[in-house]
């Protein structure tokens, strides 16, 4: 009898944690995040749902006036970006958006998922993600990490907050 994991489910695990490595170390190019819109969304709805929980803790200020990650277009410029990768590259993203959301169940012991925890369980949550002793976990919060820096700051809405006065030389926008 065979027990352990098998050579796909290992290739496929090293796979995965490659891609999240390649997105912990995305640059932040302009012309990415800029992508134009592609044909159908990356993330479907529930994931962009999940997607935007966790950009709203990964970004959050504190400052009452600060702009809603909801309202900002944050989360279609994340998909947009994801859209426009190597599909090798994004392949584990909405599987990822369900880890995180049962996260609380598999990990913390906690009978509620991401979504559905407070702004202090959320922070809590994440932080095992980040300290976590297992390294696809660690490499996954960093990718996540980034797409949130990434969309961000991208955001001519967040610019006020860190005091960004803008680019000296204004963008240029692409055309559909």
Same mark, same amino acid.
């Given at each position: *009898?065979?027990?352990?994991?098998?050579?796909? +489910?290992?290739? @496929?695990?090293?796979? $995965? +944690?490659?891609?999240?490595?390649?997105?912990? &170390?995305?640059?932040?190019?302009?012309?990415?995040?800029?992508?134009?819109?592609?044909?159908?969304?990356?993330?479907?709805?529930?994931? @962009?749902?999940? /997607?935007?929980?966790?950009?709203?803790? *990964?970004?959050?200020? +504190?400052?009452?006036?600060?702009?809603?990650?909801?309202? $900002?277009?944050?989360?279609?410029?994340?998909?947009?970006?994801?859209?426009? /990768? %190597?599909?090798?590259?994004?392949?584990?993203?909405?599987?990822?958006?369900?880890?995180? %959301?049962?996260?609380?169940?598999?990990?913390? #012991?906690?009978?509620? &998922?991401?979504?559905?925890?407070?702004?202090?369980?959320? %922070?809590?949550?994440?932080?095992? #993600?980040?300290? $976590?002793?297992?390294?696809?976990?660690?490499?996954?919060?960093?990718?996540?990490?980034?797409?949130?820096?990434?969309? #961000?700051? $991208?955001?001519?809405?967040?610019?006020?907050?860190? +005091?960004?006065?803008?680019?000296?030389?204004?963008?240029?926008?692409?055309? @559909?």
């Amino acid at each position: *009898m065979r027990t352990g994991i098998s050579r796909r +489910g290992f290739l @496929s695990l090293a796979g $995965s +944690g490659a891609a999240f490595a390649a997105l912990a &170390r995305l640059p932040a190019a302009p012309a990415l995040a800029q992508a134009p819109a592609a044909a159908a969304p990356f993330f479907s709805p529930d994931e @962009s749902d999940i /997607l935007a929980s966790i950009v709203e803790r *990964m970004v959050d200020t +504190g400052l009452p006036d600060a702009p809603r990650v909801r309202e $900002s277009g944050c989360i279609a410029t994340i998909d947009r970006l994801c859209g426009a /990768l %190597d599909p090798a590259l994004t392949q584990p993203l909405p599987i990822l958006m369900r880890a995180v %959301d049962w996260g609380p169940y598999l990990f913390d #012991w906690r009978f509620a &998922r991401f979504r559905e925890l407070d702004a202090d369980g959320k %922070d809590a949550s994440l932080r095992g #993600w980040m300290a $976590s002793s297992l390294a696809l976990r660690r490499l996954a919060f960093q990718a996540l990490k980034n797409l949130s820096m990434l969309g #961000w700051y $991208s955001q001519d809405a967040s610019w006020a907050s860190i +005091g960004y006065q803008g680019p000296l030389i204004a963008r240029r926008t692409v055309v @559909s």
